[in-house]
Nanobody
Framework: QVQLVESGGGLVQAGDSLRLSCAAS????????MGWFRQAPGKEREFVAT???????DYTDSVKGRFTISRDNAKNTLYLQMNSLKPEDTAVYYC?????????????????WGQGTQVTVSS
């Protein structure tokens, strides 16, 4: 059974940085595309970043230049480095993995999801 466990969330001030981690188990981590999504209070879950098995990346426009997605296949871990955080980045952040090797911005193409980690950015 595939398990994804996020960590690294917390309460920070605007302009600070956080690094989220997602530890994966139960399958060959390195072979599949992965992504980060987030859901703010009262809003639908939205795409943040994705990475393919060859580390090709893509980001939603609002985080380009501030967030970096990466993966360490030896550690079966996905990361999201978040710099210059803004109050509008406040959300529960979820990692997810596909059954395909490419990345994707569509949450419907992800099969397995973590439970999420809360990120709160105060102004």
């Amino acid at each position: 059974q595939v398990q994804l466990v996020e960590s690294g969330g917390g309460l920070v001030q605007a302009g600070d940085s956080l690094r989220l981690s997602c530890a994966a188990s139960g399958r060959a981590f390195s072979l599949y595309g992965m992504g980060w999504f987030r859901q703010a209070p009262g809003k639908e879950r939205e795409f943040v970043a994705t990475i393919s098995w060859t580390s090709i990346t893509d980001y939603t426009d609002s985080v380009k230049g501030r967030f970096t997605i990466s993966r360490d296949n030896a550690k079966n871990t996905l990361y999201l480095q978040m710099n210059s955080l803004k109050p509008e980045d406040t959300a529960v952040y979820y990692c997810a993995t596909r059954t395909s090797s490419s990345g994707s911005s569509s949450q419907h193409e992800y099969r397995f999801w973590g439970q999420g980690t809360q990120v709160t950015v105060s102004s």
